[in-house]
Each structure stands twice: as C-alpha cells, then as structure tokens.
C-alpha cells in the first residue's frame, strides 16, 4: 500500500507563501489536499490526477494555490500563495485510484498531516 508523508508546513505571516510537499513511497493514482482547521470539518483544497489533465481547487484557494506533480519522484506539491489567517490547519495529502473527487471519505490512503499557521 502506499504511504504519504507530507512536509513544508509551518509559521508564515499573512501574505507569505508556503508549499507543502507529499512524497509517496509508489506510485499514487489521484492526489488531494484537504485541510482541517480546529472546530471545522476536513475540506478538499486541491486535487490532480496522475497525468496532471485533471485539476480542481476548493472555491476559497482558487488563484491563490496551485497543485503539481512529479511522477519521476512521486511527489505531490501544493504552493500557497497570498496565505491569510483562514488558511491556518493541518493539511494532509491523501490518494485514491484514477479520478478526484472532493470527498475526503473517497480517500483510502492519508499522510499524517502537516500544520500550516498563518499570522495576522
């Protein structure tokens, strides 16, 4: 089974930039990150599938981030531009077979999170 791991979190004013990185131990299918922010359920942010011809973005992230991959590394990256306080959570990657879907319950495979904080 594959495994994830997520890294590139951390403390970033309002403004700043962030991009997180999920390495896979094979090679995934379709990748997503969701976040979870306290008190709020896990929501999809960004999602592509393996040829990189599939991509869709949570309303609230459009513009502002952006989802690639590198298969020859099996790695999903996701730079976060524009950071504001509302996108302070923990982001995970998590991966399913051939198609995205906005659904963290479609995800059978999950990294262990990695905490992005935004300051005002």
């Known amino acids: 089974q594959v495994q994830l791991v997520e890294s590139g979190g951390g403390l970033v004013q309002a403004g700043g930039s962030l991009r997180l990185s999920c390495a896979a131990s094979?090679?995934?299918?379709?990748m997503a990150w969701f976040r979870h922010a306290p008190g709020k359920e896990r929501n999809f942010v960004a999602g592509?599938?393996?040829?990189?011809?599939?991509?869709d973005y949570a309303d609230s992230v459009k513009g502002r981030f952006t989802i690639s991959r590198d298969n020859a590394k099996n790695t999903v990256y996701l730079q976060m531009n524009s950071l504001n306080p509302e996108d302070t959570a923990v982001y995970y990657c998590?991966?399913?077979?051939?198609?995205?879907?906005?659904?963290?319950?479609?995800?059978?495979?999950w990294g262990q999170g990695t905490q992005v904080t935004v300051s005002s």
């Open positions: 094979g090679r995934p299918s379709a």
């Open positions: 592509i599938n393996w040829s990189s011809t599939s991509i």
């Open positions: 998590a991966t399913r077979l051939l198609v995205v879907t906005t659904n963290s319950e479609d995800y059978s495979v």
